[in-house]
């Protein structure tokens, strides 16, 4: 069935430094790949998304690759801030609104 | 625009009985997903709805329902609770302005439902 694995669970960063996160995702028809990030007893909050005829995304200190041959993508932060702490989730859908989740990654940036 | 909004917030139910939970989307929009959130399993996929229908569902158990009405807002029915139940259970809305490819997300601020 459809799955997607995000690692690592958890990620330790000193302030300035950059954090990568990655998912892989196991049904080739996926076409939309989100992130979210979630705040402890927050909503989850869109913070970039990509779709599969886009290699790269940027949005300022925020980062996605997708690498569609692989089935896997990856988000990127860079100088990162202790307002970044929190969980991100990627997910992938192939179509409509249902999301298939990774399992969440708790990101740390001490200051 | 208003955001999504879930009610109620907070449910404390015991085992056995049934629940009906609340979602309604951002003004527009015509998709409205359902997920439940546990510490153990994350954030999984429940079922949508797009326009009254149920389009697309993801492997819970009958016990597990929902419904939408035309004017977009959402409700999931859980019957026949279990301790397994107890999750945090949010919603998102998206415009589905194409129809099928999926459009953003955004989610409610959940309802957290604990089963006694």
Not at chain 1, 19 to 24: E, L, Q, R, S
Not at chain 1, 72 to 83: A, D, G, K, N, R
Not at chain 2, 42 to 69: A, D, H, I, V, W
Not at chain 2, 71 to 92: F, H, I, K, P, Q
């Amino acid at each position: 069935g459809e799955n997607v694995e995000q690692h690592p669970s958890t990620l330790s960063v000193q302030e300035g430094d950059s954090a990568v996160i990655k998912c892989t995702y196991s049904d080739s028809a996926s076409n939309y790949f989100p992130w979210y990030k979630q705040e402890l007893g927050k909503r989850p909050q869109l913070i970039i998304d990509i779709r599969s005829n886009v290699g790269e995304k940027k949005d300022q200190r925020i980062a996605v690759t997708l690498n569609k041959t692989a089935k896997h993508f990856s988000l990127h932060i860079t100088e990162t801030q202790p307002e970044d702490s929190a969980v991100y989730f990627c997910a992938a859908s192939e179509w409509g609104g249902k999301l298939i989740f990774g399992q969440g990654t708790e990101l740390s940036v001490k200051p | 625009k208003a955001g999504v909004t879930q009610t109620p917030r907070y449910l404390i139910k015991t085992r056995g009985q049934q629940v009906t939970l609340s979602c309604s989307p951002i003004s527009g929009h015509r998709s409205v997903s359902w997920y439940q959130q546990t510490p153990g399993q994350g954030l999984q996929f429940l079922f949508e709805y797009f326009s009254e229908t149920q389009r697309n569902k993801g492997n819970f158990p009958g016990r597990f329902s929902g419904r939408q009405f035309s004017n977009s807002r959402s409700e999931m029915n859980v019957s026949t609770l279990e301790l397994g139940d107890s999750a945090l259970y949010l919603c998102a809305s998206s415009h589905a302005r194409s129809g099928a490819s999926t459009d953003t997300q955004y989610f409610g601020p959940g309802t957290r439902l604990t089963v006694l």
